[in-house]
């Protein structure tokens, strides 16, 4: 049985949960993002940031919770280095007042439903780097307190998962959901972390900690659920405990027993008073939330007429679709357009998809796409000169008209000149001619050398009929 815990900071904020420090601390001095309230000093006041109680409030609706009418906040009291109040601002489902979304029910595919426990609202804590051996090896770790007080939803699911490949489908589905909420970017580093519970037949749950990437919560899980196996065939218990994720050794290690709910002393933050949130609140919400993955994937199919492989794989990477539909108003021709994407340009990205800002970097925009389309459907030059054309953009930056001006790559339409790269084919490719006089299939491997011997710049229709014709008429010039 596994669980999961996912942290998934709203990035989506200028502030901090709870005062105006700014949000992101990614590219800040170490330590100078820290203010008095973060710190929680004597006389220092905690104020909600509004828009991350309508960022959770957005998230809980999508994951299909419920959403009370009124919220509150607690202390959560435990010490660790990361934490510098000594306490961490969070939510807890007690007094009959609960969390900001609870009792929800996620998609996993057609034939499975994840149940989420609960989602709550909560500050991060700072974040402590490890010297170069990891952090069950030296004795030493520096603390940048620039993340502590960041806003964080908490998601916890129910011990649903069973492998996993189910784990790794789910935090990807939900990754999805969360950016096209535009909650959270979430290849920003350490924008998503998880949390795993394991436990098997009926014993122990293990927490795994510490897992910085969804491949690496796959690896961990996989690692422990051996791990477990091993302890029960000899016969031992499994221990009630916290372990960490050493993602250089691909193992986990025991880092501290299991606390219970109440060795955290949770009690209502005195400083926040209860949240009214109400039902025109949730129904306001509604209106306003953006599209989700899964209503997107249904109008791309419906108003594009898209297939449902090639709508899938544009949702799959929110700036890849946000670009298709950015060129679309440009020139509207969709097939053609996630035609290209799709293939030669998603082959040409590739390397670049880990970065936040990969589609902003590029020198290629929807313009040059949209009039990349426009050649290719203006019949002025070949899907496969287009290729080529789009290698040449990515490089220079060009329009497509230039690049096809510069290089002279309009298609060829001109029979004669086709018919001379025929013969010279026909001239070269004498058992090949033999093959296709008895096989017709054995035509496309022709059409392949004369579109090669042309550069790819021949009418590919043409090209075929007059290879045809010459099969039948030898004598034909």
């Known amino acids: 049985m596994i669980g999961l815990e996912i942290h998934a900071q709203i990035t989506a904020l200028n502030s901090k949960l709870f ?9 800040l001095r ?14 220092s006041l905690p104020i909600i940031n509004q828009k991350a109680i309508e960022y959770s409030t957005m998230t809980s609706i999508a994951l299909g919770c419920k959403v009370p009418d009124k919220i509150m906040f607690y202390r959560k009291n435990y010490f ?7 306490f961490q601002i969070t939510q807890y489902n007690v007094y009959g007042i609960s969390s900001i979304g609870i009792d929800g029910k996620y998609e996993l595919d057609e034939a499975k439903q994840i149940r989420i426990s609960r989602i709550q609202l909560e500050e991060d804590p700072g974040r402590i780097v490890y010297s170069e051996g990891g952090m069950n090896v030296g004795n030493t770790a520096l603390i940048d307190y620039n993340r502590a007080g960041v806003a964080l939803i908490e998601i916890v699911t129910e011990p649903d998962f069973t492998s996993p490949k189910e784990v790794r489908q789910f935090l990807n589905k939900l990754s999805l959901t969360l950016e096209h909420l535009g909650v959270c970017d979430t290849l920003l580093e350490g924008s998503v972390r998880c949390d795993v519970n394991v436990s098997m037949n009926g014993g122990n749950k293990v927490e795994i900690k510490n897992i910085n990437s969804f491949k690496e919560v796959e690896k961990a899980i996989n690692y422990e659920i051996t791990r477990q196996s091993s302890v029960y065939n000899r016969n031992l218990n499994i221990e009630l405990e916290t372990r960490h994720w050493d993602d250089k050794k691909k ?7 299991k606390e219970e709910e109440h060795d955290y002393r949770y009690f209502p933050e005195p400083d926040i008073p209860v949240i009214v949130l109400g039902s025109d609140f949730v129904a306001n919400l509604k ?3 953006p599209e989700l993955p899964n209503q997107r994937f249904e109008r791309f199919i419906l108003k594009y007429k898209l297939s449902e492989h090639t709508s899938n794989i544009l949702i799959n990477d929110k700036k890849l679709a946000d670009f298709f539909e950015s060129t679309l108003k440009l020139h509207f021709s969709p097939t053609e357009i996630a035609n290209i994407l799709v293939t030669d340009f998603k082959s040409l990205i590739e390397d670049d998809t880990e970065s936040t800002d990969y589609l902003k970097n590029l020198k290629v925009k929807p313009e040059h796409i949209a009039e990349l389309a426009k050649l290719i459907e203006g019949n002025k030059i070949s899907r496969i000169t287009a290729k080529d054309i789009l290698v040449k953009i990515f490089e220079s930056g060009k329009l497509p008209s230039e690049v096809v001006n510069s290089s002279n790559s309009y298609k060829i ?13 026909f001239d070269t490719e004498k058992s090949a001619v033999e093959d296709a006089k008895k096989n017709r299939e054995a035509i496309n491997f022709l059409l392949g050398k004369v579109m090669k011997f042309t550069n790819g710049r021949a009418d590919p229709k043409i090209a075929m009929r007059l290879i045809n014709s010459k099969l039948s008429d030898p004598e034909k010039q």
């Open 19 to 27: 005062c105006s420090c700014r949000g992101n601390y990614r590219d």
């Open 30 to 43: 170490p330590n100078s993002n820290i203010c008095e309230i973060c710190c929680g000093l004597p006389g």
């Open 80 to 86: 660790y280095p990361d934490l510098p109040k000594n």
């Open 251 to 257: 193992i986990t290690f025991k880092a501290r027993s």
């Open 287 to 289: 209106q306003r939330m």
């Open 413 to 425: 339409a001109d029979e004669k000149t086709i018919m001379d790269a025929v013969q010279s084919v």
